[in-house]
């Protein structure tokens, strides 16, 4: 099955820092989206991304499908963006379920 | 509000014992999914639905089995033979095919005491 690769597994950020998450996959995709896992295990969908780029307030993502990789970036992080951010693909060919990787965990101090 | 709403949040069970988790939404979405969620580890898929009464396995359905006799409805039953069932259990839903956004339940912890 698709492999998705996510770097790096932990960052710490100070607060009003900039970081970039990276997510590798290993096959063509037709879905590719992230999400933010908080403290308490809720997932929120961030981005349904599979090519292109999407801005959403302090978030952005980019997605150059023909290279398999996906990068998000955070902008003047705060400690509310703290927990793990993952990274979830499906290819183009057979299943539409999303595969995801280990996860960025993100920690932002004050 | 439309979502997804699983319950309970936490669950204990016995050894031997068969547990049923429940998952509901209001998103009018065709396709739900359950996935499982270890500690430090990605989410991995058990079951998914594209429509009512269809099912299939994910990567690591052993163990566990699924009914879809609505479209607001995806129950999972933990079996005994699930070996290891301790773990966070994750329900999503989306539009059929999977295009778009998931959209997740806020999640059961499961414990075997």
């Known amino acids: 099955g698709i492999q998705v690769e996510q770097s790096p597994p932990d960052l710490i950020l100070q607060e009003g820092a900039n970081s970039t998450l990276r997510c590798n996959f290993s096959?063509?995709?037709?879905?590719l989206q992230w999400f933010h896992q908080n403290p308490w295990g809720q997932l929120i969908n961030l981005f349904y991304?599979?090519?292109g780029t999407k801005q959403n307030g302090r978030l952005s993502a980019t997605t150059v499908a023909t290279e398999r990789y996906s990068l998000l970036y955070i902008s003047s992080s705060q400690t509310t963006d703290s927990g793990v951010y993952f990274c979830?693909?499906?290819?183009?060919?057979?299943?539409?379920?999303?595969?995801f990787g280990k996860g960025t965990k993100l920690s932002v101090i004050p | 509000d439309g979502g997804i709403t699983q319950s309970p949040k936490y669950l204990f069970r016995k050894e031997g014992q068969n547990v049923t988790l429940s998952c509901e939404q209001n998103?009018?979405?065709?396709?739900m999914y359950w996935y499982r969620q270890d500690p430090g580890q990605g989410l991995r898929l058990i079951y998914y639905?594209?429509?009512?009464?269809?099912?299939q396995k994910g990567d690591i359905a052993e163990g566990y089995s699924v009914s879809r006799e609505k479209k607001e409805s995806f129950p999972l039953t933990v079996t005994s033979a699930q070996k290891n069932p301790t773990a966070f259990y994750l329900c999503?839903?989306?539009?059929?095919?999977?295009?778009?956004?998931?959209?997740f339940g806020s999640g059961t912890r499961l414990t075997v005491v």
């Open positions: 096959d063509s995709v037709n879905n």
């Open positions: 979830a693909v499906a290819p183009r060919a057979g299943s539409y379920q999303l595969t």
């Open positions: 991304i599979p090519s």
């Open positions: 639905s594209q429509i009512v009464n269809d099912f």
């Open positions: 999503a839903s989306s539009s059929r095919g999977g295009t778009g956004g998931y959209t």
């Open positions: 998103l009018n979405h065709d396709a």
